[in-house]
């Protein structure tokens, strides 16, 4: 059997992008720390996901020095579009609120930072398999994982999303869960023909809603509502680019450029909150702790203001031996997350055709989206929370 012992100050768990932000982070304030990482370098580098970043995120690139590549190839975005039945209700989201959003793909970001990561000697260590927390209620908790080897470590930020184990190490007495599973998925594909609308588009429609997105002015992302049980396989290019063109309407229906699609996936919505995010010497941060639907395009910017939240608590407890960030990390980013889980809610139920919504629902839904076309209060609301709530 291989057995190793590692010493370090940060055992992180988890390399999707708030495990390697905060792994950056603490490492260029001379803090130690090592990410293992269940999946292999390539498998995480090819998750296609998000794609629109709000100023919370931009900046903590910045601040780690990687946003070079973010700056020239990122798409500043000023305006989003909801659709309601093909007709356009323009946010200007600058106008309103002096910032803009940031249309640059999360596969992107990743591999900028397990780059750098490389570069500067950033420990990763792939296919980690196993891992298990121990101790974290002690001054010494450590991390195993494979055939034998061990972390020590002081403490442990559990980044390793909604299906890795760091949650589940806080005592069952001690965590609240709150729930919404939504009774429809998101059908997306990517393709490399030119987007059909400058901005981001939030269709809804009769048939269902509809996104229409980007990834740069050659590389568009769209998605479709669909029932919980259908299958990928069900779904031709054909039959997908028909039905996004009913669902967005003539006039951005009639722009969409058809191709081959490069990637095509069912994901499911859920709202779901893990409380504290803080348990003894394990902090938790990104979607380990919690998740939104993904309407607002709001989780890889969760995970960014958790990190910034999170990189300045380890910061002042390591560097100064203060330790008022980190009893207040919990509260303090719990509560920007709930009022993120309310905005990504709102827009959801706001925009999608629920299988079991009634006659009234539909005029509720109706009534909201005449109102925000018509109040520009409504509208500044939209915009403040889709540029991202101020730290
Ligand atoms: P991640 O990215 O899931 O990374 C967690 C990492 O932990 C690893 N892991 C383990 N490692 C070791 N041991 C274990 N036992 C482990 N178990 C898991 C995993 O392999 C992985 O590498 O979580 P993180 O870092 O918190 O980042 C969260 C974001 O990835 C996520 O919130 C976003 O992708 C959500 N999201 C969107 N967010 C936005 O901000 N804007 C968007 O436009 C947006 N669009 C989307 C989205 C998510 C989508 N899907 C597929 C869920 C669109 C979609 C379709
Ligand atoms: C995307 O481009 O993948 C995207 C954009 C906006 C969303 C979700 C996903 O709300």
Request: aromatic content about 8%; proline content about 4%; charged content about 25%.
């Amino acid at each position: 059997m291989e057995i190793s012992r590692f010493k370090t100050q940060v055992a992180i768990i988890g390399a999707g992008p708030a495990g390697l932000m905060l792994g950056h982070a603490l490492m260029l304030e001379g803090i130690d720390c090592i990410i293992l990482e269940r999946q292999t370098r390539e498998h995480v580098e090819a998750r296609i996901r998000a794609g629109v970043l709000e100023q919370v995120t931009t900046d903590m690139m910045a601040r780690l020095g990687l946003n070079d590549r973010l700056s020239k190839e990122g798409l500043l975005h000023e305006a989003v579009v909801l659709l309601s039945e093909g007709s356009m209700i323009p946010v200007a989201i600058t106008r309103h609120t002096g910032k803009h959003v940031t249309v640059y793909g999360q596969t992107e970001l990743t591999k900028d930072l397990i780059a750098a990561a490389e570069d500067r000697g950033l420990p990763i260590v792939w296919e980690a398999k196993d891992v298990a927390l121990h101790d974290i209620e002690g001054t010494a908790p450590y991390v195993t994982y494979g055939a034998g080897h061990r972390v020590d470590c002081a403490i442990i930020a559990g980044c390793d999303g909604y299906h890795g184990p760091s949650r589940y190490a806080i005592p069952a007495k001690v965590r609240r869960e709150f729930e919404r599973v939504y009774p429809f998925g998101w059908l997306g594909i990517l393709a490399d023909v030119p987007p059909c609308h400058a901005e981001v588009a939030y269709a809804s429609h009769d048939r269902g809603f509809a996104l229409a997105s980007m990834r740069s002015m050659t590389r568009s992302r769209y998605y479709l509502q669909v029932g919980l049980d259908e299958q990928v396989e069900d779904w031709s290019d054909e039959r997908f680019w028909d039905e996004l063109c009913t669902r967005l309407g003539p006039k951005l229906g009639g722009q969409v450029t058809r191709g081959r699609s490069i990637e095509k996936s069912i994901a499911p919505l859920r709202s779901y909150v893990s409380e504290p995010m803080r348990h003894a010497r394990l902090f938790l941060a990104g979607d380990a702790t919690h998740i939104v639907p993904p309407t607002g395009a709001k989780g890889l910017n969760l995970a960014a203001s958790d990190v910034t939240y999170l990189a300045d608590a380890l910061l002042d407890w390591f560097k100064k031996g203060t330790s008022a960030g980190i009893d207040g990390y919990s509260a303090q980013a719990l509560r920007r997350v709930w009022k993120t889980e309310r905005f990504s809610w709102y827009l959801t139920e706001l925009m999608h055709r629920f299988p079991d919504g009634g006659a009234f629902d539909r005029r509720m839904q109706d009534a909201e989206l005449d109102y925000i076309a018509n109040s520009d209060a409504a509208q500044a609301m939209i915009a403040e929370n889709y540029v991202g709530l101020a730290l």
